[in-house]
């Protein structure tokens, strides 16, 4: 039985010390991070806003089952990244502790400049630090053969030193089961994706 708590607790350490180098060593410590905020807030597009979902199961109010605190959805269907950036005063009623960041998608769709939305995505990631937040980047893909946001995506989380997950929807498009239209999960989609975000944002939360 010692030996059977030893090895859990062995596990633990080797878990926390992996979430140690993830976090704060691969390409620095997180700006902001541990952040005096109060408010967990989802800001972003029609993935955040949950399109495509039944009530209770987009990946954001599963992120808030799961951590036990509510989050605030700040999504709006068909936001750009120039959308976003242009409704930031949203966030001014709140006092942010950590802000989950999903844009980028309809700028693709709509063939935007890709050096303008991610000037967009910096000015908008400046910002929400200029507030003592910590920022969770999401990437999405920009592209169907050859992805040319995943790059740009990553400097962003090295540049301002964000928690990042790539390409939220890697895995579901094309993928009946999964989706509920071509770019929009449905309830298991949307499950999916609350897993790989979950592991990034728990110890954001410390």
Do not use: C
């Not at 949950?50 to 089952?65: C, E, N, P, Y």
């Amino acid at each position: 039985m010692n030996r059977t708590y030893w090895v859990a607790g062995a596990v633990l350490i080797a878990v926390a010390a992996l979430g140690y180098w993830f976090f704060f060593l691969r390409s620095g410590p997180i700006t902001n991070y541990p952040s005096s905020g109060t408010d967990i807030i989802a800001f972003g597009d029609s993935l955040i806003a949950g399109q495509g979902a039944t009530s209770g199961h987009d990946f954001v109010s599963i992120l808030s089952q799961d951590i036990g605190q509510p989050i605030v959805n700040l999504g709006v269907a068909g936001n750009t990244t120039a959308d976003g950036l242009a409704r930031l005063n949203q966030l001014d009623q709140y006092h942010p502790k950590v802000v989950i960041l999903l844009l980028g998608g309809n700028d693709y769709l709509q063939h935007d400049d890709i050096d303008t939305t991610f000037t967009n995505l910096a000015s908008i990631i400046q910002n929400i630090q200029s507030r003592g937040a910590v920022v969770l980047l999401l990437g999405v893909r920009g592209g169907v053969l050859d992805d040319h946001f995943a790059s740009r995506y990553e400097d962003l989380a090295k540049t301002y030193h964000t928690a990042y997950v790539s390409d939220v929807l890697s895995g579901l498009l094309g993928h009946q089961d999964l989706m509920s239209d071509e770019v929009h999960p449905n309830d298991a989609g949307y499950a999916l994706i609350a897993n790989r975000i979950e592991p990034v944002l728990k110890p954001l939360l410390q």
